[in-house]
């Protein structure tokens, strides 16, 4: 990516911490399928593990560093811009928010929906980014409103031609979540614990897509082998049970969660024959691949989303070590 095209990307240098030449990589990759996480501008694991999957996927070196073949091969895209400057609509800004939820789940069940906190949240949500990247792209100017016009990461998908087959309300939240729904068809899955990666292959068995993923702990280890993906559950409530988590208090209760984005399961709950686990999003997107789960696999809800487009009932899902 050339400094002057990065330039006139934007106008106006947001802070040194934050690189615009790292952002626009991290815009590509988002784009291609080989997901970064959290598009922030500034390098870490979740980069390097997107940059092994893109150079996997190309035949290159897999070194997971900004190398010179890698921008080469990553250069055919640079007309993607790093940035769109775009208003704020009055659907966005209607909510419902919720504010900061209650650590207690008998307290979450009472409310209505486990919705963002606030305008920042649901729009660093949607752009695949945080609070205070968005902050740190509009400097003073950061005013989350209706009508507001404010630089985000540019993830707009090409396709929201989105399978009518599919409930308007789920529809909608992979049109808010900015997911292409131009999708590669997963024949498999690879869910790979050394390299934190859920990884899909196509019929001819090359890798398409990459995600970063949260997968077990010491309490719940992933269920290594072979499994299959029974289906799909879209913006679900969650049945929390007490007994099936180690870390729970032990005097609480059961407790049906309503749906929504800040839920424990986030967006989309992908099913697995392994009974109790699954795949599915996080209200904690810039966590993941930084701590641990109750065995389940984590993704970014932009990325749950975007996979569910992926796979139906019945793809192999391989989980290894």
Not at 11 to 20: N, Q
Not at 59 to 78: H, I, K, V
Not at 290 to 319: Q, Y
Request: with cysteine; aromatic share 6%; hydrophobic share 40%.
């Amino acid at each position: 990516m050339s400094a002057p095209a990065i330039a006139a990307a934007q106008k106006g240098a947001p802070p040194a911490a934050l690189s615009m030449d790292i952002m626009h990589i991290q815009v590509i990759l988002d784009h291609l399928g080989f997901s970064p996480g959290v598009i922030d501008g500034k390098p870490g694991q979740s980069l390097k593990l997107a940059l092994r999957g893109f150079q996997s996927a190309r035949g290159l070196s897999e070194t997971g560093d900004m190398d010179r073949p890698t921008m080469a091969a990553l250069a055919n895209w640079r007309s993607i811009r790093p940035l769109r400057t775009l208003v704020v609509t009055q659907a966005d800004a209607a909510g419902p928010f919720v504010g900061p939820l209650p650590d207690d789940m008998a307290e979450q069940a009472k409310l209505p929906t486990l919705g963002y906190a606030d305008l920042s949240e649901k729009l660093a949500e949607k752009f695949h980014t945080t609070p205070a990247t968005l902050a740190a792209l509009n400097g003073g100017r950061f005013r989350p409103a209706a009508g507001a016009k404010l630089r985000f990461p540019n993830v707009l998908p090409q396709s929201r031609s989105y399978p009518e087959k599919l409930d308007a309300n789920w529809r909608q939240t992979l049109s808010d979540l900015n997911v292409d729904a131009r999708s590669p068809v997963a024949a498999r899955i690879v869910v790979d614990k050394s390299e934190g990666a859920l990884k899909v292959y196509d019929e001819d068995d090359r890798l398409v897509a990459q995600f970063p993923a949260t997968m077990g702990s010491e309490h719940d280890p992933l269920p290594l082998g072979g499994w299959t993906i029974k289906g799909a559950a879209y913006n679900p409530p969650f049945h929390y049970n007490p007994a099936l988590f180690w870390d729970a208090d032990s005097n609480e209760g059961k407790a049906r969660l309503p749906p929504g984005p800040n839920g424990p399961v986030g967006v989309v709950w992908l099913d697995i024959s392994k009974e109790h686990y699954g795949i599915h999003g996080t209200p904690n997107p810039e966590k993941i691949g930084r701590t641990e789960s109750h065995g389940c696999i984590r993704l970014t809800n932009w990325d749950a989303a975007r996979l569910s487009l992926m796979v139906k009932p019945g793809t192999p899902a391989l989980f290894r070590e």
